[in-house]
């Protein structure tokens, strides 16, 4: 089996709502979507979605990158051999971790159609049944968010992540207004996304949190200040998520070291697609670092490629996967079972691109054979 060809689709993914984060705001996602066809006739799909606040890439880089290096690099290569063709793609180009994703995807998606098996039994089994969804609540006024919790809370769902980073004044109030909103026994997690910058900042929000029942606090601080993470992690009793500062095997070791969070976000555009994500899991196994699957807000495509990793580890307990809930239109027929995702036994992800939408949100092509 060789690869003969790859489409590339840069794509629009429309919003429901304006999607706000403490660095930006986002009426719409931008998203590569690649199309890789090998000699024997199969087909897989993968994703990328830049985030240069994150990985320093950007949409048109991205791009560009799996055109005209990291396309032509697997040209003739053997899908099958997910192991060689991460170390051609990392030969190729230093980093680049999203565009990697994109390709080590659309192999994973191969690699279950051509032995008829779902992505999860071939990275070790399926392990959970199910993964109850987090709802995301982005930043607004902290009256609104709590309606909309409120609002979800009617739909079923029972946990909520909160976007903040601002003023930490105004956090707190956000904060505190849904978890009023919500009751006691509804679970909260935060998530900064950098926003408070620096330890002695982030310790001055947590004092006035501790009392409310937060599952966990995510990256607070910049995203390479590990050390500033240790210290928050030593004068509060909130549990701390690592995002931005983990991605990949190198920072997975420092954080270990340093134990400088509780638990740790694995995205698969953050170390370089399915491979890597299950890597990373192993690692944070072996120092008893429990586990997340988030994404960078995915189609269909790249986020039943994240729930195939969390499906099969145990070390993997959360999930925040909810890109196709918030697009007014998707490319891929993922099914939630809202509050729950439950995965089916469909071959490869399991996934079904529409070629007509595919077409209809592509901004620019390309094509590499």
């Known amino acids: 089996m060789k690869i003969t060809s790859i489409q590339l689709f840069a794509i629009h993914l429309p919003l429901k709502e304006p999607f706000i984060v403490s660095y930006q705001t986002y009426n719409y996602m931008p998203s590569i979507i690649v199309k890789v066809t090998t000699d024997d006739g199969f087909v897989g799909y993968g994703e990328g979605v830049p985030d240069e606040h994150v990985t320093g890439e950007t949409f048109e880089g991205t791009f560009e990158i799996i055109k005209n290096t990291l396309g032509p690099a697997i040209i003739g290569k053997n899908p099958m051999e997910i192991e060689r063709i991460h170390e051609v793609m990392n030969k190729t180009i230093y980093g680049a971790p999203t565009a990697k994703a994109a390709i080590d995807i659309a192999c994973f998606d191969i690699m279950g159609k051509k032995l008829q098996q779902p992505v999860y039994q071939l990275i070790g089994g399926r392990y959970h049944e199910e993964f109850p969804i987090t709802h995301v609540l982005s930043i607004a006024e902290p009256e609104e968010m709590a309606a909309e919790a409120a609002l979800m809370m009617e739909k079923g769902y029972q946990s909520f992540k909160m976007k903040v980073g601002t003023k930490v004044s105004k956090d707190v109030e956000r904060i505190k207004a849904v978890r009023s909103q919500v009751g006691e026994d509804i679970a909260i997690r935060v998530d900064v996304n950098q926003g408070w910058v620096n330890s002695a900042t982030t310790i001055t929000a947590v004092e006035q949190l501790k009392s409310l029942g937060l599952d966990w606090l995510e990256q607070p601080v910049a995203a390479d200040d590990i050390d500033g993470?240790?210290?928050?992690?030593?004068?509060?009793?909130?549990?701390?998520?690592?995002?931005?500062?983990?991605?990949?095997?190198?920072?997975?070791?420092?954080?270990?070291?340093?134990?400088?969070?509780?638990?740790?976000?694995?995205?698969?555009?953050?170390?370089?697609?399915?491979?890597?994500?299950?890597?990373?899991?192993?690692?944070?196994?072996?120092?008893?670092?429990?586990?997340?699957?988030?994404?960078?807000?995915?189609?269909?495509?790249?986020?039943?490629?994240?729930?195939?990793?969390?499906?099969?580890?145990?070390?993997?307990?959360?999930?925040?996967?909810?890109?196709?809930?918030?697009?007014?239109?998707?490319?891929?027929?993922?099914?939630?079972?809202?509050?729950?995702?439950?995965?089916?036994?469909?071959?490869?992800?399991?996934?079904?691109?529409?070629?007509?939408?595919?077409?209809?949100?592509?901004?620019?092509?390309?094509?590499?054979?």
């Open 229 to 369: 993470m240790v210290e928050v992690k030593s004068k509060t009793t909130i549990p701390l998520m690592i995002d931005e500062g983990i991605k990949g095997k190198r920072d997975m070791r420092e954080i270990i070291q340093k134990r400088a969070a509780d638990k740790v976000n694995i995205k698969l555009m953050k170390c370089g697609g399915i491979y890597p994500a299950v890597k990373l899991a192993h690692q944070a196994e072996l120092a008893g670092m429990e586990c997340q699957i988030g994404s960078m807000v995915e189609s269909s495509v790249g986020s039943a490629a994240g729930f195939h990793v969390a499906f099969s580890k145990k070390i993997i307990t959360s999930v925040e996967l909810t890109g196709p809930l918030k697009f007014s239109r998707d490319v891929g027929n993922l099914e939630y079972d809202v509050p729950f995702i439950r995965l089916t036994e469909k071959p490869g992800l399991g996934v079904e691109v529409n070629e007509e939408t595919l077409k209809e949100l592509t901004v620019f092509q390309g094509f590499v054979q």
